[in-house]
């Protein structure tokens, strides 16, 4: 079946650098999303990759390898406000199955 | 905004009552999906439509049924629900294509509901 598995939590300081992955069970998948929510709000798009490989979009990265079907979301020079859920999320034609999401809080 | 918008924000309701949560996009998106999230559980797939047309149903009880009207606006009425229905319930849009291009999901801010 399509499953997207995720670390369930993640902590971090401010300032740092942490990295969140996730990894799936199928081939099916025509790109790969990385979603943010913060608690009691709606997910909100942050990055999409199609192709193996990285793509970079102000602090926020996200890297792609299809073969080994792995994923991560990269996020640099944490502030408090990046404390959220994230998720990620694989698009199969016509539907966006989403990962089990990592909870990342972030400390001063 | 994220001309996703859906009614009510909060419901609660008995378990012999019927409802129905409203969804509105105002994005020109041809699919439109239903998800589920409860605590501790990532974003389940209900239903997905792709111009008007019910493209997946995973699964689920038939107290939940989905209408979509037209292409901007979908429905999720609800009837005998069950205290483990409790969650909330997020609407999505997007413009599905065969390439995936484009195809970033808009998410309204969700239902809040509770069955007691």
């Known amino acids: 079946g399509q499953s997207l598995e995720q670390p369930s939590e993640v902590t971090a300081v401010e300032g740092a650098i942490v990295q969140i992955n996730c990894t799936y069970q199928?081939?099916?998948?025509?790109?790969l999303f990385w979603y943010q929510q913060h608690a009691g709000e709606a997910p909100t798009f942050l990055s999409y990759?199609?192709?193996?490989g990285l793509e970079e979009k102000g602090r926020f990265s996200s890297f792609l390898s299809r073969s080994k079907g792995y994923s991560y979301l990269l996020l640099k020079e944490l502030q408090m406000k990046d404390s959220a859920s994230y998720f990620c999320?694989?698009?199969?034609?016509?539907?966006?199955?989403f990962g089990t999401g990592t909870r990342l809080q972030v400390f001063p | 905004e994220t001309g996703v918008t859906q009614t009510p924000r909060h419901l609660v309701m008995g378990m012999t009552n019927k409802k129905s949560l409203k969804c509105e996009q105002h994005?020109?998106?041809?699919?439109m999906y239903w998800y589920k999230q409860s605590a501790k559980k990532p974003l389940e797939l209900m239903f997905v439509?792709?111009?008007?047309?019910?493209?997946e149903n995973n699964s689920v009880p038939s107290r939940f049924s989905p209408e979509c009207p037209n292409s901007s606006h979908l429905f999720l009425h609800l009837h005998t629900l069950q205290p483990e229905d409790s969650a909330l319930y997020l609407c999505?849009?997007?413009?599905?294509?065969?390439?995936?291009?484009?195809?970033?999901?808009?998410f309204g801010q969700g239902t809040r509901l509770t069955v007691v």
């Open positions: 990759n199609v192709l193996d």
């Open positions: 199928t081939s099916g998948f025509n790109g």
């Open positions: 439509y792709n111009f008007k047309e019910q493209t």
């Open positions: 999505a849009s997007s413009q599905a294509t065969l390439d995936s291009l484009n195809t970033e999901a808009f």
């Open positions: 999320a694989g698009y199969n034609t016509d539907k966006l199955i």
């Open positions: 994005l020109g998106h041809n699919a």
